[in-house]
């Protein structure tokens, strides 16, 4: 069974800093590349930031790129997303994800609001 639970998110005023976490225990963390998600209200999900298995790649939406940092800790079985200067418009709720075996895999959630 892959498990997933997020934290970290809050209320910040804009120009701030989150650091969001995910941990995952309950399956081989270690070989899968991890995903970051966000919805925000009235919209679909839409992808974040990715980072490949050993950490040594990353990928991020254009609208984040400059801002967040997603990392990991195999050892820890835990992913990162290191969010500064943050605008209103990243308002949402964030999400962890995997895909294993051809299943998409989700953590519930942690809720991140950007506002003054």
């Known amino acids: 069974q892959v498990q997933l639970v997020e934290s970290g998110g809050g209320l910040v005023q804009p120009g701030g800093s989150l650091r969001l976490s995910c941990v995952a225990p309950g399956f081989t963390f270690r070989l899968y590349p991890m995903n970051w998600y966000r919805q925000a209200p009235g919209t679909e999900r839409e992808l974040v930031a990715s980072i490949w298995s050993t950490g040594s790649r990353t990928n991020y939406a254009d609208s984040v790129k400059g801002r967040f940092t997603i990392s990991r800790d195999n050892a820890e079985n835990t992913v990162y997303l290191q969010m500064n200067s943050l605008k209103p418009e990243d308002t949402g709720v964030y999400y962890c994800?995997?895909?294993?075996?051809?299943?998409?895999?989700w953590g519930q959630g942690t809720q991140v609001t950007v506002s003054s």
């Open positions: 994800n995997t895909v294993v075996s051809g299943n998409g895999y």
